[in-house]
């Protein structure tokens, strides 16, 4: 069985950070790029940041590049986000997912709420 667990999200002051973590399991982690994506309330849910299965490459829409960083560790299954600088904007329901099995409309976590405000 496949599982996303999200976590890290939390209520933070504009220009505060928070660092996401996401916990995978049931497939060959090391075999997939990663992504994370948001989901604001009343919106279409978006890409935020996508790495490769080995750590390369990684890519950030453009409202966060600069700001945001992807990373993972193979050895613990697990994809990070870190956010900085962040922005009212950011506040959504943050999600993980494989690219590969989104394209094949596979399930999705609960995601991780970050809200940013003051």
């Known amino acids: 069985q496949v599982q996303f667990v999200e976590s890290g999200g939390g209520l933070v002051q504009p220009g505060g950070s928070l660092r996401l973590s996401c916990a995978v399991s049931?497939?060959?982690?090391?075999?997939?790029?990663m992504s994370w994506y948001r989901q604001a309330p009343g919106k279409e849910r978006e890409l935020v940041a996508s790495i490769a299965n080995f750590g390369g490459s990684p890519n950030y829409a453009t409202s966060v590049k600069g700001r945001f960083t992807i990373s993972r560790d193979n050895a613990k299954n697990t994809v990070y986000l870190q956010m900085n600088s962040l922005k009212p904007e950011d506040t959504a329901v943050y999600y993980c997912?494989?690219?590969?099995?989104?394209?094949?409309?596979?399930?999705w976590g609960q995601g991780t709420q970050v809200t940013v405000s003051s």
């Open positions: 049931g497939f060959t982690f090391s075999n997939y790029a």
């Open positions: 997912n494989a690219p590969r099995r989104v394209r094949s409309g596979g399930d």
